[in-house]
């Protein structure tokens, strides 16, 4: 079944409604190579500066490949996204990229040029550098997101959007239930209203309600919303309204 439902909805309060935090010791791996470059930066010689170095890159590309593995940016279709790893991170704002890429430049050109490595007090910050770079991105690599919400207050009743978002599959948005007047659906396609196939079920609150009658479900009490809308299922289609999404998605996470 194929819907059409107002893009009003996209201006909504939009927030992450089920979220936690992994503690396992899996995400800890940079931080060993960090320890070691903070280990050897403690001698101040030529070797001991260039280990850190290149310790400290190896620390930062195991934390961008992990961020990758959870974003997965190479399904989001999205032609203006850039190429590289670290460029799209900055570009969905998670990242600021300047002291990486210099991180990265300072250790190509001391492996492949055979330069000198910085001195002990550059070493130094960018030691410093790659903790906040850890610190920053810890939340975020550990955050296990379930669901997101578009939500609003109209006419003092409550009405939502709840959805999943599925990285491995071109970023699939998956509605998991949706609350909607009357007016902010349609059967016919409208301009710019968001475009949602294989619906599972459409109903109203007021038969939803008789249909689980007897049942552990929790009907909704509010007398006045009988003929409201409710969805269980589907998928947000179309490029232009699913990367808006997206990036509202990315801006909720970028918070923690």
């Known amino acids: 079944m194929n819907l059409y439902i107002s893009n009003k909805i996209l201006n909504w309060y939009f927030y992450i409604e089920n979220a936690s935090i992994f503690e396992e010791d899996e995400f800890s791996e940079p931080y060993n190579h960090f320890y070691h470059a903070e280990m050897r930066i403690t001698n101040e010689n030529e070797i001991d500066l260039i280990d850190c170095i ?6 930062v590309e195991q934390r961008l490949q992990q961020l990758n593995m959870m974003f997965k940016f190479k399904n989001i279709l999205d032609d203006s996204k850039p190429k590289g790893l670290i460029q799209q991170l900055h570009f969905y704002g998670f990242i600021r990229p300047l ?6 430049e300072i250790r190509n050109l001391i492996e492949h040029r055979n ?28 955050l296990d997101i379930r669901d997101y919400i578009f939500e609003e ?3 003092k009743t409550k009405y939502s959007l709840r959805f999943s978002i599925n990285t491995e599959d071109e970023y699939n948005l998956d509605i998991i239930e949706c609350i909607l007047p009357t007016k902010y659906l349609s059967t016919n396609e409208v301009k710019n209203w968001l475009h949602i196939q294989g619906v599972r079920k459409i109903t109203t609150i007021k038969k939803y309600n ?14 006045g919303r009988a003929k409201d809308i ?18 509202l998605a990315f801006k909720e996470i970028s918070k923690y």
Not at 236 to 245: P, Y
């Open 54 to 59: 290149c310790a400290l890159k190896r620390s």
């Open 99 to 104: 002291m990486l890429l210099k991180l990265i």
């Open 115 to 142: 330069e000198k490595p910085p001195n002990l007090d550059r070493c130094s910050e960018l030691l410093e550098f790659v903790w906040y770079f850890l610190k920053t991105t810890d939340k975020i690599i550990k």
């Open 153 to 155: 207050i109209l006419n």
């Open 210 to 223: 008789k249909e689980i009658e007897g049942t552990c479900r929790q009907p909704y009490l509010d007398a």
């Open 230 to 247: 409710l969805i269980f299922g589907g998928k947000i289609i179309g490029i232009k309204h699913k990367l808006e999404i997206i990036n």
